[in-house]
Nanobody
Framework: QVQLVESGGGLVQAGGSLRLSCAAS????????MNWYRQAPGKQREMVAG???????NYGDSVKGRFTISGDNAKKMVWLQMNFLKPEDTAVYYC??????????????????WGQGTQVTVSS
């Protein structure tokens, strides 16, 4: 099993910044990719940013130039630096990890996990 724990959400005024953290733990052999998604009330979950184990990065169009994702494979952590926040960034932000997991039979299998989410609220 793998656990993802997010932190760093909160309330901030428009134009402000927040930094989200996600720590992965458990039976991880290697990390293929870690992503940040968000879901606002009444809307579908959308991909915000992602980083592969090799460091390849991509962003959703709505956050390009404002958000920065970074990661540390050794620490099994990923961060999302969010600058110039807008009210429309208000959402629950979820950490997602695509990992190679060590199963109970010692076999290595690809698996996908989600964190519990952290609320980000941007006031106008």
């Amino acid at each position: 099993q793998v656990q993802l724990v997010e932190s760093g959400g909160g309330l901030v005024q428009a134009g402000g910044s927040l930094r989200l953290s996600c720590a992965a733990s458990g039976s991880i052999f290697s990390i293929n990719r870690m992503n940040w998604y968000r879901q606002a009330p009444g809307k579908q979950r959308e991909m915000v940013a992602g980083i592969t184990g090799g460091g390849r990065i991509n962003y959703g169009d709505s956050v390009k130039g404002r958000f920065t994702i970074s990661g540390d494979n050794a620490k099994k952590m990923v961060w999302l630096q969010m600058n110039f926040l807008k009210p429309e960034d208000t959402a629950v932000y979820y950490c997602n990890a695509d990992v190679m997991e060590i199963g109970p039979d010692a076999r290595i299998n690809e698996a996908d996990y989600w964190g519990q989410g952290t609320q980000v609220t941007v006031s106008s």
